[in-house]
């Protein structure tokens, strides 16, 4: 690991993965692995952006559509499209992403506050953004993902059909 | 000074001592004396004191002591059970739960002097009665003097020659600890310990709470029952600190009662254990050869696992299930592709051996989960009968299929709706004795509690020979509620009558008592007995008699479910719910209001497309499958587009993240890896049979 004369220059794994012609990273802690796309069951009454449920070795995991969360324009899945499992607290949960790229090693120092908007993606599901070369990299906020107003959704999908969540 | 692991097992075996004396108790005010009976719950009383002495809660060991005592004089016949010290009894079985409350810090201290001054006067009047026939020369001096030599009762001898037949020998144990030492109980409790560890003490010279309070001199006595060796067993001793001597030597019985005492034994008791010895046939003297002749019995051996590790091995089950599928499917594959080829052979055979394994394997995790129900039952003969007492009735209490199996979490589930469902038989069923006798009946009323397999459920019946339910006054009464109005009233049937015990805040009685007729129960009850998939009905007869059959899943994890396809994707609906399956015309549907409804036989039943229930498009077909579901006496077509078939599924759930789907109970992995969702029928069924929709429905039917 490089280190600098004095101080530290920490670095943190980031997974590196395209969506909608963007580049975005998370941190690799919470990724327990990567597969390729497979056939989804789909959930109904769930929020809309959860695309359904696939068996992960006899463990049934939801998987979100990460276009549909950030309101993105939705796209095909294709050969590159991968699930990125991810681990938050005890959830596991997949995301579909259009192509994982690579695992980069960023130095810590490097990550700035996210600008108010990025392409369209709320800046409530954003960690901080980093280049990395002639790239920019907008890191998530995994937790943000998950929960931001997903208690709410998943209540509006209950009143929807008249139930109380 | 105790790890929560002994503290746990000391619980567990309080627990299990405490329902063997419930029990007894029950038994002796029914029966009156049963030798068996005494014996058994002496030796519950004493182990109690035995163990909760050695873990230092001595008013628990107190009580115990005096119970034992008074057992101990019953069991000799100087004492006669009677009313009066029966409820003596529930008094001190009463306190010894709370003593037990309060080591769980559950309950705050327990005064335990009353209840004891009470058996001290039931023991002193079978004391004086023993003075009187002291000259009998079998019965050996009851009260030692301290520094004597430790003496047997017949009940210890008795038990020393059922440890010789479990392979175990009868010490006696002389230890003298340093007469400087300063903290004798703590020395005795420490020898205690030690001994408890090698095997069993049946008795102590002074008594174990004296010695744990350290009044004793230098000097004191036990019989310890081991397989131990006594070398070890003295060497064990002599580490402990002040220790100064330490002598065994075995019991010697004589060897007539040996042989009274086995011969009487078998002859008494024909418990499974003692099959060996029921023919001691070349019984010549030693008793300590005969176990080796007849070879160690069988022991019942457990072990207590986390239901979560149980859990886990069934996850993994499941999915050895699920490749060895895909192994079956791969095999039919090279089959098709390479014909009858050698190694072709061999991957289909081990695929079915493997096929067979894991059935196996899925069976016995099955089991392993399953308790019998006598964990729930065996709460409520107390609890009936201290109803019974409090209401002034007489009742006799039947159960039935105690030993029958099921998964541990319905046992969890079923005790409180059994315990209202209990209460009100006795409460509204059966009638105050007076009544019964003036309607002909028998003075004492019936109820029976009854649990027994049939095909992949388990039925528990409740049934009271008491005054029934009159139909018609819940009919008026769910017109008085505004529940249906009258004139839907009288159209119904008896049966659907019946079904308004169930809604909300129904509730028939005239008065509230403190027990029941508050209305909360019967909704509550159906409730909880269908969170996990099992169902109640209730049939009456007026004048003769309330019956109540709930039927539950035998497990929670494993059901049999009706598989379906709609829009591409496969659903599990439970078996249980699913009544029949018809095909139907899209003409037959017809249009009221808002809702559509199916005609079958007469009634019609409203109708929902699972498609957009679920949020896609109905398909237009030339004919429409329905399945027709229900849930207690509600009734829902469900029109889907296949049906695929009955299959074993595996429930599992879809997890914290997306948490409770309305109308999706879990999600079941299919044999080609797949997942199908199960859906939830009686969530469906209450969102789409509303009371309005049946009005309407019945409307219809005309």
Redo the contacts between chains.
Sequence with gaps: MAQKAEGICREEQVVVFELAGQTYGVEIGSVSEIIRMENITRVPRAPEFVEGVINLRGRIIPVLDLRKRFGLPEGEHTRRSRIIIAEIGSMTVGMIVDAVLEVLRIPVDGIEPPPPVVDGVDVVYLRGITLHGERLVILLNLEKVLYEEEKEALAEAGEEIGLPA | MFSDVEISVFLDELEEKIQVLSDGFLQLEKEGSDPQVLQEIFRAAHTVKGSSGVMGYDRMSRLTHEMENLFDLMRQGRLKINEEMVDVLFEALDTLKALRDEVTGQGGPVDIEGVIEKIRRFVAGGERRKAGRASSPDSGPENVPPQGILDLTEVEEEVICEAYIRGQHAYRIQVTVDSQCQMKSVRAFLVFQTLYECGEIIKALPPAEKLQEGEYDNTFEVILLTAEDIGRIRHLLMTISEIVSVEIEPVVLSDDRVQDLVAGDSAEEQSDKKQPMEEPTGKTGAPLQTREAEGPPKQVKTVRIDVEKLDNLM??V??LV?DRTRLDRLAEIFKSRYGSDDLVEVLDEISNHLGQLTNGLQEQIMKARMLPVAQVFNRFPRMVRDLAHKLGKEIDFVIEGKETELDRNVIEVIGDPLIHLLRNAVDHGIEPPEERVAAGKPRTGTIRLKAFHEENHIVIFIEDDGRGIDVNKIRNRAVERGLVDAEMAERLTDREVLDFIFAPGFSLAEQVTDLSGRGVGMDVVRRQIGQINGFVELATALGKGTKLTIKLPLTLAIIRALMVQV?K?VYALPLVNVMETIRIFPAAVQKIRQSEVIIVRGQALPLVWLAE????QRKEAARVYVVIVGVGNQRLGVAVERLLGEQEVVI????????R????SG?T?LGD?????IVDIR?LVS?FVRGDAVEEAAYAAG
């Design positions: 996850n993994l499941g999915e699920i829009d994707q229930a679920f949020g896609s599992k759930s879809l997890g914290n993240y997306l948490g789907i309305p109308g999706l999600a992995i890896g797949e997942v199908a969702l969530g969102e």
